[in-house]
């Protein structure tokens, strides 16, 4: 079975209003050398910034609108945006009800969330690696993107009427962590137990869509499409398709990074 989102031509395949539009860049189509080949869109990775210029071009191009880019920092914080706000303020999620400015989260392994409602009326994007889903005190960034959307949506809007789809990232076939990731997890929801498999002496083999399905779910989102954990989801996995920190970085001494972009069309 191809990767779900590659057989949409990088379009998620999930029931929102035709106006809110969503796209998720794979590793295909740049101009970058290696080992950042071809269509990397992060500007600290040590790529050539002429490349990093270009292939953000041709994604600004490919979506119709300018994407917003930020400095992620595997945290909680969450960016209200519009045509305006310049690239590189620091933030893990971002947030915006104005047509013509992409949400844009870049990830290589991380999982990048989408949500939106089923009016459009808002579009927002998160950075979930296990830091930002853990948070602070059970508040992760997961928590605190669905609470600025549910705060600025219109009146009566509940977590259950909220449309979430999950991107690629490393898959539970990949992703082996420690017993402090473990530990970190479960301290505020205990059910994250069941995303993890022991694999070898205290080590552990974590589902991170799970755990974020399993956050998103205790939330109170029942509406929840994209990455079921499956290897065509893997960015460890899928070596042509999507770059991956783990992956490559320690043998390539970089890697290049992905998109997800959410936006809503102009009238």
């Known amino acids: 079975m191809a990767d779900p989102v590659t057989a949409q031509g990088g379009v998620p395949d999930w ?3 035709p106006h809110v539009k969503a796209f998720f860049s794979s590793r295909q189509g740049g101009v970058s050398a290696a080992p950042w080949q071809s269509f990397n869109l992060g500007d600290h990775v040590g790529d050539a910034p002429e490349h990093v210029a270009t292939n953000r071009s041709l994604l600004e191009k490919r ?3 300018p994407p917003v880019f930020l400095q992620q920092v595997h945290g909680v914080e969450v960016l209200d945006i519009d045509a305006q706000t310049p690239h590189g303020q620091q933030a893990d999620a971002c947030w915006t009800a104005q047509p013509g400015v992409a949400c844009t989260i870049m990830v290589a392994d991380c999982l990048p969330v989408l949500f939106t409602d089923p009016a459009g009326t808002w579009v927002a994007a998160a950075h979930a690696g296990w830091r930002g889903l853990a948070g602070v005190d059970g508040l992760g960034v997961l928590e605190a993107t669905l609470a600025c959307c549910l705060r600025s949506a219109p009146e009566g809007l509940k977590a259950a009427d909220v449309q979430v789809w999950l991107g690629p990232c490393i898959g539970p076939q990949a992703f082996e962590v420690g017993p402090e990731v473990r ?3 479960c ?3 205990p059910e ?5 498999t022991p694999h070898g ?6 589902d991170l869509a799970l755990l974020a399905r399993l956050r998103l779910q205790r939330a109170g989102v029942v509406s929840i499409f994209g990455n079921d954990g499956t290897p065509q989801w893997c960015t460890h996995t899928q070596t042509s398709l999507f770059f991956s920190h783990r992956r490559d970085a320690a043998r390539l001494g970089s890697t290049g990074r992905m998109a997800a972009c959410i936006w ?4």
Not at 192 to 196: E, H, L, R
Request: charged letters at 15%.
């Open 63 to 65: 979506l119709g609108v």
């Open 15 to 17: 029931p929102v209003p």
């Open 187 to 189: 301290a505020s929801a």
């Open 264 to 267: 809503l069309e102009r009238a």
């Open 183 to 185: 530990a970190a997890l």
């Open 201 to 206: 002496a205290n080590r552990y083999l974590a």
């Open 192 to 196: 994250a137990d069941t995303a993890f």
